[in-house]
């Protein structure tokens, strides 16, 4: 593994609660170098075939909800963000220290059907039961056909959730808050500076409700990672003020002649996700940047939120106190009264 992928990638995970350890298929597991160095906008380079495990703790959290964590006593709305590149195996460990059968189930990768997730497949962890999920991913491939066609890779922004608590479809647990992303990088792609998880979960972001919705914060000119992910029954749209990404799998258009439509609002309905990468304040500067869902009675309820934008110093902008002052005083109704209680994790304070 290069020093970028060492001191820059692997500390990035670390800062942002993503952590994985990684093992080479038949060699030692290299040293973790925690210098604290970031060589930002660098790009994502992995050795192939590594096996990265990781012990994930499903808890029961106040207001009757549940989350995912790394530790025990850490679990959060939504879970560790877990990070992949193509090619290489998930395993995961999962602890079911709650009361309640629960599971994990991946969107975007391989498996086989004893770690689906699935009651269908009888995958999932009774309480107290410790199960190990293993998922894998792939490179694209050339069809084979002698055209230039190719079978797509596992590269995309994806997600993991509950599969079994409540009903067989785990439509409690997703209620409850046992969501969060899954990240497959391809080889070369740059990594962020931050990143933020947005999950419009019935009428709630992340099982919050304005004005208790996270407060993401950047600096002006970092490289910010978005993940938007789609959970319940309600369709909905995912709106950025004041910047705009490609609707491709990174957010960024692969040169002048890239035909991706460069959008602003894009659909995020149940089942569904999507990321991309901006620079913080690009053209318009640091302030309080609303994110909201754009289906009106939506974003009147309470699915809206704040990007922070510091000045590049990290210093609070002129009037953007102010606007998170009125945020927070601004009416809305909640959705659900118990949501506002969760613990949310927010990638974007560190």
Not at 44 to 66: C, D, S
Not at 104 to 131: K, Q
Not at 164 to 171: E, F, K, L, P, W
Request: with cysteine.
């Amino acid at each position: 593994m290069d020093e970028h992928a060492q001191t820059g990638w692997l500390s990035r995970l670390i800062s942002r609660r993503a952590v994985l350890t990684t093992t080479a298929v038949g060699l030692t597991a290299p040293a973790v170098a925690t210098s604290g160095f970031v060589a930002p906008r660098s790009a994502a380079v992995a050795q192939a075939g590594t096996v990265k495990k990781v012990t994930i703790y499903a808890e029961a959290l106040p207001g009757n909800l549940y989350g995912y964590g790394l530790e025990p006593g850490k679990a959060t709305i939504p879970g560790p963000t877990l990070e992949v590149y193509e090619g290489d195996t998930l395993e995961i460990t999962l602890v079911n220290n709650t009361d309640r059968r629960m599971s994990i189930h991946p969107h975007g990768v391989d498996y086989s059907t004893d770690s689906d997730g699935a009651p269908l497949n009888n995958s999932f962890n009774n309480p107290g039961e410790t199960r190990v999920y293993t998922w894998r991913t792939r490179e694209m491939t050339s069809a084979g056909d002698g055209s230039r066609r190719f079978m797509p890779g596992s590269a995309g922004y994806w997600h993991y959730h509950d599969h079994a608590m409540g009903t067989d479809h785990g439509t409690l647990g997703i209620a409850r808050g046992l969501y969060g992303a899954l990240v497959v990088r391809r080889r070369g792609d740059l990594l962020p500076d931050k990143q933020f998880v947005v999950v419009f979960n019935e009428m709630s972001i992340n099982n919050q409700v304005a004005p208790n919705t996270p407060i993401f914060e950047a600096d002006l000119g970092q490289r910010v990672e978005w993940i938007a992910i789609g959970h319940g029954n309600q369709f909905h749209t995912f709106h950025l003020h004041a910047h705009r990404w490609a609707d491709n799998r990174t957010g960024m258009l692969e040169g002048p002649a890239d035909p991706s439509q460069v959008i602003d609002n894009k659909d995020l309905n149940p089942g569904s996700s999507f990321g991309f990468q901006v620079i913080a304040g690009e053209g318009v500067g640091p302030g309080a940047w609303m994110y909201h869902c754009h289906v009106q009675t939506h974003s009147e309820t309470g699915m809206s939120g704040i990007f922070l934008v510091r000045n590049a110093d990290g210093t609070m902008p002129a009037g953007a106190q102010e606007a998170i002052d009125r945020f927070r005083g601004h009416p809305h109704g909640s959705a659900d009264p118990g949501a506002a209680t969760a613990p949310t994790q927010q990638h974007g304070h560190h």
